[in-house]
């Protein structure tokens, strides 16, 4: 009974909407939709789509729709940016998409992990002609959902960039270089130093916290975190350390920072907004972070990054970029997450938790190997390029 209630939805939903209501699509894209709904990090390395799309279409707008909780639309944020929250009705989220009709989008683009399916229902709510997402083998999806798909490419190792330049190639129907880089917006740079009194480039940014503060396999142990401060702090008194973090991190934080007697310490985590942490981060030394998204923020600005792995696997732009300094210490069973936890047979990071409560991966990188790259960086045998093109 319920099978058959789900053809009868899918029957009517598509007829109407998909097929009577849906406007014919222009034969040039002027004005496109990006979804937004994803991590941080992973939304970062979306940004090559924005660019992409200004070069391949001269005069088009992109737009970006996220939930209120992810912060991406301070990533972009010269960009018009559309917020549904994720806790809306179901009746709020139809009258939403119902009201997005007036903005008459040419294309919408879903990546993989950013393409929920009450947004793709959505996107035909709001008369989007062109509906371009990812499909891949095992998943069911109704065949009406998008007019341009897009099978995902496991054969060999690829940058997460390459998968999203892959839904652009598809739209295009035609091949073009692909930059590597991903980027993020400035505005207000500086503000963030004279808040809080630093100097450009005369403090570290450390993030000891992630996951916003839940349960996670990528964080290194407290106690390294610990040392390490204290031998930077020891050492090189010219440069201050700050604390980042969001606001679920700050127990974390709070308890590294308070077993430390420093006056170079400043723990700023759950005390800043996304605009101030670009900043901080732009203007710091260098950054040493988890897999994160302080991580690819990082890498957009072009910083240098010290950026510690475990179970994860550094994606392949981020382990040829020169500033991206990339501590690991592989062991058997690393890495045993992918781009996408849970997908393509890759443990989520609940799974691999319960397996491994303190990853063996992230106790065997040592305090040394990140404080002699540290060194390195403060020692100027590695160069900085704090130019944003």
Same mark, same amino acid.
């Given at each position: 009974m319920k099978n058959y209630l789900i053809k009868i939805f899918h029957f009517v939903f598509k007829t109407f909407f998909a097929? %009577? =209501?849906?406007?014919r699509s222009n034969k040039k894209i002027t004005k496109v939709l990006l979804s937004g709904y994803t991590g941080l990090g992973h939304f970062v390395l979306k940004s090559v789509i924005v660019k992409k799309i200004e070069e391949l279409y001269p005069g088009s707008q992109v737009y970006i729709i996220t939930g209120n909780s992810f912060g991406n639309e301070f990533v972009l944020d010269n960009y018009p940016t559309i917020i549904l929250k994720q806790e809306s009705r179901a009746i709020n989220k139809i009258m939403f998409f119902l009201k997005l009709r007036k903005e008459k989008f040419d294309v919408v683009i879903m990546p993989i992990?950013?393409?929920?399916?009450?947004?793709?229902?959505?996107? %035909? =709510?709001?008369g989007i002609p062109i509906r371009v997402g990812h499909v891949f083998n095992g998943e069911y999806l109704p065949e009406y959902y998008y007019t341009v798909k897009v099978p995902v490419k496991l054969g060999k190792v690829r940058s997460e960039l390459d998968m999203n330049y892959d839904l652009i190639e598809a739209l295009y129907k035609g091949n073009f270089?692909?930059?590597?880089?991903?980027?993020?917006?400035?505005?207000?740079?500086?503000?963030a130093l004279e808040k809080f009194g630093l100097q450009k480039e005369k403090y570290i940014c450390i993030q000891m916290g992630s996951a916003n503060g839940m349960e996670t396999t990528k964080r290194w142990l407290e106690n390294n975190f610990k040392l390490l401060i204290e031998k930077l702090s020891d050492n090189f008194t010219g440069y201050k350390i700050i604390a980042l973090g969001d606001k679920g991190d700050a127990i974390i934080v709070d308890r590294i920072c308070n077993s430390i007697n420093s006056d170079n310490l400043l723990n700023l985590s759950g005390k800043t907004t996304l605009s101030e942490v670009k900043s901080l981060i732009f203007n710091c030394k260098f950054l040493i972070c988890h897999d994160s998204g302080l991580l690819h923020i990082g890498n957009a600005l072009k910083k240098n990054v010290i950026a510690i792995y475990g179970p994860s696997d550094p994606d392949f732009y981020a382990d040829n970029l020169p500033t991206c300094?990339?501590?690991?210490?592989?062991?058997?069973?690393?890495?045993?997450?992918g781009l996408f936890p849970g997908k393509f047979s890759f443990l989520t990071e609940a799974?691999?938790?319960?397996?491994?409560?303190?990853?063996?991966?992230?106790?065997?990188v040592t305090v040394d190997s990140v404080y002699n790259k540290c060194v390195e960086l403060l020692n100027g045998s590695q160069t900085n390029s704090s130019v944003l093109n």
């Amino acid at each position: 009974m319920k099978n058959y209630l789900i053809k009868i939805f899918h029957f009517v939903f598509k007829t109407f909407f998909a097929v %009577i =209501l849906m406007p014919r699509s222009n034969k040039k894209i002027t004005k496109v939709l990006l979804s937004g709904y994803t991590g941080l990090g992973h939304f970062v390395l979306k940004s090559v789509i924005v660019k992409k799309i200004e070069e391949l279409y001269p005069g088009s707008q992109v737009y970006i729709i996220t939930g209120n909780s992810f912060g991406n639309e301070f990533v972009l944020d010269n960009y018009p940016t559309i917020i549904l929250k994720q806790e809306s009705r179901a009746i709020n989220k139809i009258m939403f998409f119902l009201k997005l009709r007036k903005e008459k989008f040419d294309v919408v683009i879903m990546p993989i992990d950013a393409a929920p399916n009450f947004l793709i229902r959505g996107s %035909i =709510l709001a008369g989007i002609p062109i509906r371009v997402g990812h499909v891949f083998n095992g998943e069911y999806l109704p065949e009406y959902y998008y007019t341009v798909k897009v099978p995902v490419k496991l054969g060999k190792v690829r940058s997460e960039l390459d998968m999203n330049y892959d839904l652009i190639e598809a739209l295009y129907k035609g091949n073009f270089d692909r930059r590597y880089e991903p980027f993020v917006n400035m505005n207000f740079n500086g503000i963030a130093l004279e808040k809080f009194g630093l100097q450009k480039e005369k403090y570290i940014c450390i993030q000891m916290g992630s996951a916003n503060g839940m349960e996670t396999t990528k964080r290194w142990l407290e106690n390294n975190f610990k040392l390490l401060i204290e031998k930077l702090s020891d050492n090189f008194t010219g440069y201050k350390i700050i604390a980042l973090g969001d606001k679920g991190d700050a127990i974390i934080v709070d308890r590294i920072c308070n077993s430390i007697n420093s006056d170079n310490l400043l723990n700023l985590s759950g005390k800043t907004t996304l605009s101030e942490v670009k900043s901080l981060i732009f203007n710091c030394k260098f950054l040493i972070c988890h897999d994160s998204g302080l991580l690819h923020i990082g890498n957009a600005l072009k910083k240098n990054v010290i950026a510690i792995y475990g179970p994860s696997d550094p994606d392949f732009y981020a382990d040829n970029l020169p500033t991206c300094h990339i501590i690991r210490e592989k062991i058997h069973c690393s890495p045993c997450q992918g781009l996408f936890p849970g997908k393509f047979s890759f443990l989520t990071e609940a799974e691999s938790l319960k397996l491994c409560s303190v990853p063996e991966c992230m106790q065997a990188v040592t305090v040394d190997s990140v404080y002699n790259k540290c060194v390195e960086l403060l020692n100027g045998s590695q160069t900085n390029s704090s130019v944003l093109n």
